[in-house]
């Protein structure tokens, strides 16, 4: 691959190769305002993937999607204290309209919580009006000082789901589906194992009660949080008087949640699962699943091979397989293999006169050198064989590396080590909000959750105390 | 239907019953900022289904999502004379960012040619790159001063086409191949016949060489524009100075089009075909194409209508038909009969001990008054005609009115006859800017458009010239 087309090799800058991948594959560009993204059609096309996957899930638990106004009054933001110091500095405001300053200045989103339940108190009087279950996919906006495409930008987007009930544990109960949710689009879907657990104190989401996350390791060992859901217990209610006559006829503060994924993931699969190559996508959300290059001399071969490949895609398109035949005339078979692996198609069809004249054709996985040839009689078949194959290997691989860089540790020296070789230290924990931040102070690491799989009792690294509390460390995104 | 949940008889007060039907339905709601509105999750599922049937025209003729920034900074907007004019007064405006004064204020887009001209400018070298065939779904703000739900409001939802292409010709084309598809969204699936045209110049969009437009007339016989598509011409390709390389290896500015529809288009489904009960959906877009409502006195009568459904329901669902079984205890049938009729359900499937007993299934179209039997066996046959015949007959009937109320005018008297009358006047024209804005101001009817289907030759109704130029006036909104 000539130097000009190719990205920086993984190994000597992960950043820079980050960067390069998604320039060079054009799944994003720069924004002409200071980090903003342009989400490109191929970027975009895994993103729409994405949306289908998680907006099935959520309708299949009874879910539905609505759309709320983007404009937030600045007295709305202000209701909920914690949420307000949480969010009001990195909010972009707007503050003149149709030519006129405007009364109240008004912010641009950055999660809906404050709209959201300003409307649930016009909708909600009774518990037959709940719960109300309710999802959006939109754009949001953080004013954020460092940026990077797709992992933290001043714009971009997501979905939000916001849901009201009329007691505490249904709400729990909610909040931990949904975060299952989410483990499921991204173990199954993405190929990325996650670790499920509650987030501390520290960490948690401005106005909160409980908030559950999804951790993942990143191909530099990285931790990145990919998805949270949020058990607001009364706080947006009481923030905003949404009260509901209980089934003993009682006035009662509504339980709410919300929970949130968004176009970070993308950002995820790269840093996952591509390579020196560049991008490597798990073919449940590949915008082409396949890739079919055709090798030709002759005019007569060409003809020969069209004709063979139109057949293959008949039965492809039927079988519902998202492909591309790159029939293009002026690039070579070679420039399109390596064109094709750096965009990270899961799987490349080779047909060239060898395989017309045995009926067969030549298959290359993206996640395994080497090619294979097969019947094209069972050409869909085999196809679907080999994504089934390429999507579980791709999540076993993620697992085994983040399996060898993570580590037990016992004590804070044992973490300091871990934390300067980078992965996942997992150890006991009994410390407080204090001993928290200085954790972070000291190592660059945080807490990344409580996992929910727990196991017996020990001592916690920082104080000694005993606990039965065990954590994840990590430096994250 | 009590008082307090039907809807103002539609004769009696067109903008009263618009909008007690939003509100009634559950469609939308006002939101807390003036000129806001809140989609409700029933009128996001028809937002939705408008979303799938245009999504998959659009990428059935070549065209890919993406998606772009909705910051834009002033002097973009500022680049095309035309455009800044007719958008900049009614812009929301971004002055503060992260807590600071921003250094240049950012506009957020009330479309988004300037952004994405600015990307162009990046990508596209040679005619090699061209054409490119972008659409974006995206949420857009324009200040408006006299906002109504769905027609009007500060933001709502569209989706807007952006090519990119090496000849005025292939612009042209798509330009139209792109008003054709709006055409068949809006007569095939929203059953809304529409008149497809050309724009005056009084009347085209800022920055756009001809705009073509689909217009419909509303159950006030006033005219809706319910698409645009515009062929821009080089106009943008130079305000951000895009060339790129043609064939011949000279450098030349890139021809564009833009293209669009709306939330509005929810709108124009309730004005045309909703009447005095409430909303009326055509079956392509309706959240629930049928609802199923159980009629039982006994508890034995409850169980075996409901084992009877159960089987009715599987063979439903088999064909991907959208129903719902209103099975609530609380409420009686005649109660639900009004909700869903009120709600525009398409068709109601009415089960009682009679049609178990007899293996039928009585139906009830929305769309026209009597009920009718038929066969359980041939449950889902008879279900598809019934939609498609209600589909076809709400069609027929918008058409119907439109015919019935539009006049041919040959005089300026006659024009403004008809427009006292309300309707739509075909005449021919060949009048100027300046003719044209007298008659606005005179008549408050404007130039909806040029139809595409023009006949012979006539006197101009307003300078008495000879000319081949017909064209519909009509009071808009």
């Given at each position: 691959?000539?130097?000009?087309r190719?990205?920086?090799?993984?190994?000597?800058?992960?950043?820079?190769?980050?960067?390069?991948?998604?320039?060079?594959?054009?799944?994003?560009?720069?924004?002409?305002v200071?980090?903003?993204?342009?989400?490109?059609?191929y970027?975009?096309?895994?993103?729409?993937?994405?949306?289908?996957?998680?907006?099935?899930?959520?309708?299949?638990?009874?879910?539905?999607?609505a759309?709320?106004?983007?404009?937030?009054?600045e007295?709305?933001?202000?209701?909920?204290?914690?949420?307000?110091?949480?969010?009001?500095?990195?909010?972009?405001?707007?503050?003149?309209?149709?030519?006129?300053?405007?009364?109240?200045?008004?912010?641009?989103?950055?999660?809906?919580?404050?709209?959201?339940?300003?409307?649930?108190?016009?909708?909600?009087?009774?518990?037959?009006?709940?719960p109300i279950?309710?999802?959006?996919?939109?754009?949001?906006?953080?004013?954020?000082?460092?940026?990077?495409?797709?992992?933290?930008?001043?714009?971009?987007?997501?979905?939000?789901?916001?849901?009201?009930?009329?007691?505490?544990?249904?709400?729990?109960?909610?909040?931990?589906?949904?975060?299952?949710?989410?483990?499921?689009?991204?173990?199954?879907?993405?190929?990325?194992?996650?670790?499920?657990?509650?987030?501390?104190?520290?960490?948690k989401?401005?106005?909160?009660?409980?908030?559950?996350?999804?951790?993942?390791?990143m191909?530099?060992?990285?931790?990145?949080?990919?998805?949270?859901?949020h058990?607001?217990?009364?706080?947006?209610?009481?923030?905003?008087?949404?009260?509901?006559?209980?089934?003993?006829?009682?006035?009662?503060?509504?339980?709410?949640?919300?929970w949130?994924?968004?176009?970070?993931?993308?950002?995820?699969?790269?840093?996952?699962?591509?390579?020196?190559?560049?991008?490597?996508?798990?073919?449940?959300?590949?915008?082409?699943?396949?890739?079919?290059?055709?090798?030709?001399?002759?005019?007569?071969?060409?003809?020969?091979i069209?004709?063979?490949?139109?057949n293959?895609?008949?039965?492809?398109?039927?079988?519902?397989?998202?492909?591309y035949?790159?029939?293009?005339?002026q690039?070579?078979?070679?420039?399109?293999?390596?064109?094709?692996?750096?965009?990270?198609v899961?799987?490349?069809?080779?047909?060239?006169?060898?395989?017309?004249?045995?009926?067969?054709?030549?298959?290359?996985?993206?996640?395994?050198?080497?090619?294979?040839?097969?019947?094209?009689?069972?050409?869909?078949?085999?196809?679907?064989e080999?994504?089934t194959?390429?999507?579980?290997?791709?999540?076993?691989?993620?697992?085994?590396?983040?399996?060898?860089?993570?580590?037990?540790?016992?004590?804070?020296?044992?973490?300091?080590?871990?934390?300067?070789?980078?992965?996942?230290?997992?150890?006991?924990?009994?410390?407080?909000?204090?001993?928290e931040?200085?954790?972070?102070?000291?190592?660059?690491?945080?807490?990344?959750?409580?996992?929910?799989?727990?196991?017996?009792?020990?001592?916690?690294?920082?104080?000694?105390?005993?606990?039965?509390?065990?954590?994840?460390?990590?430096?994250?995104?």
């Amino acid at each position: 691959m000539g130097e000009d087309r190719g990205v920086t090799q993984k190994s000597k800058d992960f950043s820079k190769w980050y960067t390069d991948v998604i320039l060079r594959c054009e799944l994003a560009d720069y924004g002409p305002v200071k980090g903003t993204m342009v989400i490109r059609p191929y970027g975009y096309a895994v993103w729409e993937n994405i949306q289908k996957i998680a907006d099935k899930m959520f309708k299949e638990t009874g879910h539905v999607n609505a759309y709320f106004p983007m404009f937030i009054p600045e007295s709305f933001m202000k209701k909920e204290a914690e949420h307000v110091e949480g969010f009001a500095p990195e909010c972009a405001v707007v503050t003149h309209g149709g030519g006129k300053e405007l009364e109240e200045p008004l912010y641009v989103r950055p999660t809906s919580e404050t709209i959201i339940w300003a409307m649930y108190k016009k909708w909600i009087k009774s518990y037959r009006d709940l719960p109300i279950l309710i999802n959006q996919w939109a754009n949001v906006v953080r004013w954020e000082m460092r940026t990077r495409l797709f992992l933290r930008t001043t714009e971009f987007l997501w979905q939000e789901g916001h849901t009201a009930h009329a007691t505490y544990e249904e709400a729990e109960e909610e909040a931990r589906r949904m975060i299952e949710i989410y483990r499921k689009l991204l173990e199954d879907y993405l190929a990325i194992p996650v670790i499920v657990g509650k987030k501390t104190e520290a960490e948690k989401f401005a106005g909160a009660v409980h908030t559950y996350t999804v951790e993942a390791m990143m191909g530099d060992r990285k931790a990145l949080q990919a998805g949270t859901s949020h058990n607001l217990g009364q706080n947006f209610a009481k923030a905003f008087d949404v009260k509901f006559l209980n089934r003993e006829n009682e006035l009662e503060y509504v339980y709410a949640t919300s929970w949130g994924v968004s176009t970070r993931l993308i950002g995820a699969v790269i840093m996952v699962h591509g390579d020196d190559k560049g991008l490597v996508l798990p073919p449940e959300v590949a915008p082409y699943q396949v890739v079919i290059v055709p090798i030709w001399k002759s005019e007569d071969e060409k003809i020969k091979i069209n004709e063979y490949v139109r057949n293959i895609s008949e039965k492809l398109n039927a079988a519902g397989i998202r492909f591309y035949y790159d029939d293009r005339e002026q690039e070579t078979p070679g420039w399109k293999f390596n064109e094709w692996e750096m965009r990270g198609v899961p799987l490349r069809l080779e047909i060239g006169p060898r395989e017309v004249a045995s009926n067969s054709v030549m298959f290359a996985r993206r996640d395994v050198p080497g090619k294979e040839t097969g019947s094209v009689e069972n050409v869909v078949g085999l196809v679907k064989e080999k994504l089934t194959v390429i999507q579980q290997n791709l999540f076993k691989k993620a697992l085994k590396f983040r399996e060898e860089n993570t580590y037990r540790v016992s004590s804070y020296d044992e973490l300091n080590e871990a934390m300067e070789r980078g992965g996942f230290a997992i150890g006991y924990w009994a410390g407080t909000l204090e001993d928290e931040r200085k954790i972070q102070e000291e190592t660059k690491a945080t807490i990344r959750c409580i996992p929910f799989e727990q196991e017996g009792e020990g001592k916690c690294i920082l104080t000694g105390k005993k606990t039965s509390t065990l954590v994840v460390f990590a430096k994250s995104y």
